[in-house]
């Protein structure tokens, strides 16, 4: 979050996962890195995934994504598709090894995957990346990044290539990445509703699939006209989602002015010196402010009189003990109205993910207080989801704001990650949570109210 420069600097506190190019129609040497920790779990495949090694699951791979476009290009683009000439591990730990197409040495593709269009190849680090990949998000971490290459290799076969080189401002490498993931999105839906042989992906491997795509969001503070622009999480996760909703069509029809990027560089050099994180201390008393004035006059027009609360420590209350720990660090009470968080709490998502994270979770609740002004339900699956939505649209503001109080880089990408990994955004007053979502359904929830505002989060 950014306030005012007068505000003290602390230190970042997100590590780096993985160094990897994902995905550059044009080689560069060089290892760029991915930002960030997803913090995520281990895969969550079927049992024979698990025992298979990062070979068998990069080739069962390989031959799944030429099946696909086999049958998916012909039929959303009239047609017939040509097999990409070549998947190339490349044993990158052997430093006599082949230079692989498009760089000049195998070292040169330490902790990378690409693609190489004059060679029309996708390859990959089999030593470092894909082993890395495979053993913290599964097959499903492998299946995004060679679906992703694969995704820039249907680029150029619909001709993108050339239409970048004649109007390199309408075809920005940020968006030529955003299709590719868009594509990712289209095939990892495709894979899970027809298993390929020896790459079945179980209902839990959407979300892995996420967070091996957030692990390769750009280093926070790049801006989206930065020549190696590649999305930050929240762009690249909406990408995907779109992919996956909407088939290949949609991916090919992304254009800058509907894509709506929201990767921005630093405001200040006080932000980039704390990497846009506050402390608790003074975060929380910025979004109380800020949250407690835009949900008041969003109930507005339907109850005048009310006013959203403050902010109150876990304890401060008499409301129902088990009604506020159900919700998670951030708590509304319906009994009488209050909102109460658990710091304690809250400082281990700002510790694990950074200060928008806690600040997501704190908004959620705002918006149960809010539908309970309105006189809706705050109990339920829709309750839930109208939290997670309305925080959405509450941030959507915090973009490209007037005020001094504002979204800084890094703090979408945050979101995205405690929405993947905790359902706490979309537990009830109850505590309570529809069973049969996940963290792909609280991300779109989320990006629903973020892009499409209030209206969407609060049907008639």
Not at 100 to 107: D, G, I, M
Not at 178 to 200: E, F, I, K, Q
Not at 278 to 289: D, H, K, N, R, S
Request: aromatic share 6%; charged share 20%; glycine share 12%.
């Amino acid at each position: 979050m950014r306030r005012p420069p007068r505000r003290s600097v602390v230190a970042a506190v997100v590590g780096v996962v993985l160094a990897v190019l994902a995905g550059c129609a044009q080689v560069v040497p060089g290892r760029p890195s991915a930002a960030g920790s997803t913090d995520a779990a281990g895969p969550t495949g079927t049992a024979a995934i698990a025992a298979a090694t990062p070979a068998q699951v990069t080739a069962a791979t390989a031959e799944a994504l030429q099946d696909f476009w086999r049958q998916a290009f012909p039929a959303a683009f009239g047609r017939p598709w040509r097999d990409v000439r070549q998947f190339v591990p490349v044993a990158t730990a052997d430093r006599r090894a082949k230079p692989p197409p498009c760089v000049a040495r195998a070292a040169d593709l330490d902790g990378q995957a690409y693609y190489c269009p004059a060679a029309d190849a996708v390859v990959w680090d089999a030593d470092g990346l894909v082993p890395q990949i495979f053993g913290r998000f599964g097959a499903a971490g492998v299946v995004v990044v060679l679906a992703h290459e694969v995704g820039h290799a249907v680029q150029s076969r619909l001709g993108v290539d050339g239409a970048q080189a004649r109007s390199p401002a309408t075809y920005p490498t940020i968006l030529l990445e955003a299709m590719s993931d868009c594509y990712a999105g289209a095939t990892v839906a495709h894979l899970r509703d027809h298993p390929a042989p020896g790459l079945a992906l179980g209902a839990g491997e959407r979300d892995t699939a996420l967070l091996a795509l957030v692990g390769f969001r750009d280093p926070v503070g790049v801006g989206p006209s930065d020549a190696s622009a590649h999305g930050n999480a929240f762009d690249r996760v909406s990408a995907f989602q779109d992919g996956w909703a909407g088939g290949p069509a949609r991916c090919a029809a992304m254009t800058v002015a509907e894509r709506e990027f929201t990767e921005r560089r630093f405001g200040s050099a006080a932000d980039q010196a704390r990497r846009g994180n506050l402390p608790l201390a003074q975060l929380l008393p910025g979004v109380e402010t800020d949250a407690r004035g835009w949900f008041t006059g969003l109930a507005a027009p339907t109850a005048p009189t009310w006013n959203a609360p403050v902010l109150r420590s876990a304890g401060q209350a008499a409301c129902p003990t088990a009604e506020l720990t159900a919700q998670g660090p951030a708590r509304f009470c319906a009994t009488d109205g209050s909102i109460h968080v658990d710091r304690a709490g809250l400082a281990t998502q700002e510790q694990r993910f950074g200060d928008y994270a806690a600040a997501t979770l704190v908004a959620s609740r705002y918006a149960l207080a809010t539908l309970a002004a309105l006189g809706r339900p705050t109990t339920g699956g829709a309750a839930g989801d109208a939290a997670v939505c309305l925080a959405g649209a509450y941030t959507a503001r915090l973009i490209d704001p007037t005020g001094s109080f504002s979204l800084s880089p890094g703090d979408l990408d945050e979101a995205v990650q405690v929405l993947l990994t905790a359902d706490w955004a979309a537990r009830d007053a109850r505590g309570d949570v529809d069973p049969g979502e996940d963290g792909f359904d609280r991300v779109g929830r989320f990006r629903g109210g973020l892009r499409g505002g209030v209206g969407g989060c609060l049907p008639s």
